[in-house]
């Protein structure tokens, strides 16, 4: 879980995700540029590789399909490499996504306060952010916001869910090992799907509580400097449907990611078995 909160601050502007409704006609290739780069998903993308090879858990998987563990994380590494992430998400931004939903996403991000949210994200999301978010952390426990900005903040964090994305693509790389398993060995699969459901069963309501935890504190650094009335503005369009869309559309990237990134790991692992 260490590891999954080091890509935190990349999903802070994120949210929960349920697969988006497809559209007959996506964006166009500009649209659809400019909407990853403002909306910070381009930087999510770019972290999914590195997530997960580094949660994928290649020891219980080589065990209980008695694979070498050097050529699981040659797989590994190949799959990643295989996938051009910017073009994935771009091919499915102008084909599948929620196109005349996403357009009025990207005319909010090009208000004034849609660019200050956009700059306050992306300084959120940088190296530096880790070690000032620390300090800015000690420095509300002394002096505390108001009662009425913590409530503020709290419903913000609440209208991003970002806690859910981190518990989706958590959720999604250990449930990763059942789906390779079943395309490798399907007798093994039952056996360790129970196992693999009770384990979940117990470590989500624990993960859940920290994240969304994290996703609070995380929320205050990062619109420190948006005033009440302007994180009240950004609450109004992410509950609108276009707003919906916004952060809807992650998820389903996720989900597409990681279905590809399965099928290339196991295409990788048949190979080097022959």
């Known amino acids: 879980m260490k590891r999954l909160l080091a890509f935190s601050t990349l999903f802070i502007m994120l949210v929960s995700f349920s697969l988006v409704s497809m559209a007959a006609k996506g964006l166009s290739e500009s649209q659809a540029k400019k909407f990853l780069q403002d909306s910070g998903l381009d930087a999510l993308i ?3 590789p590195e997530a997960m090879e580094q949660q994928l858990d290649l020891q219980r998987l080589t065990e209980k399909n008695k694979l070498k563990l050097a050529s699981v994380k040659s797989a590994t590494s190949k799959a990643a490499q295989h996938i051009d992430n910017q073009r994935f998400a771009l091919n499915y931004l ?3 996504a929620d196109a005349e939903r996403l357009k ?3 005319e909010f991000l090009k208000t004034p306060l ?3 949210v956009v700059v306050e994200e992306r300084a959120a999301s940088s190296a530096e952010a880790q070690t000032e978010m ?4 000690k420095s509300m426990a002394t002096s505390p916001p108001s009662p009425e900005r913590i409530k503020l903040i709290q419903d913000l964090a609440d209208s991003l869910n970002s806690d859910l994305v981190l518990m989706s693509l958590m959720k999604g790389t250990f449930y990763s090992l059942l789906d ?3 395309a490798l060995n399907p007798d093994m699969a039952a ?3 129970a196992g693999l459901d009770e384990e979940w069963y117990k470590l989500e309501p624990k993960i859940s509580a920290q994240f969304n935890q994290y996703m609070v504190v995380g929320a205050h650094y990062s619109y420190r400097n948006l005033s009440d009335a302007e994180v009240e503005g950004y609450m109004d369009f992410l509950n609108t449907p276009s707003g919906q869309a916004y ?3 992650g998820i389903a990237i996720i989900n597409l990611y990681m279905q590809e990134f399965i099928k290339e790991l196991v295409s990788n692992i048949k190979a080097s078995k022959k």
Do not use: C, E, P, V
């Not at 620390?134 to 952390?137: K, L, M, P």
């Open 114 to 116: 849609g660019r200050k």
């Open 94 to 96: 102008t084909k599948q």
């Open 180 to 182: 390779i398993t079943r």
């Open 191 to 193: 056996t360790l799907k």
């Open 247 to 249: 952060w809807k559309t």
């Open 46 to 48: 770019s972290s999914m």
């Open 134 to 137: 620390q300090a800015y952390t």
């Open 104 to 106: 009025g996403a990207i």
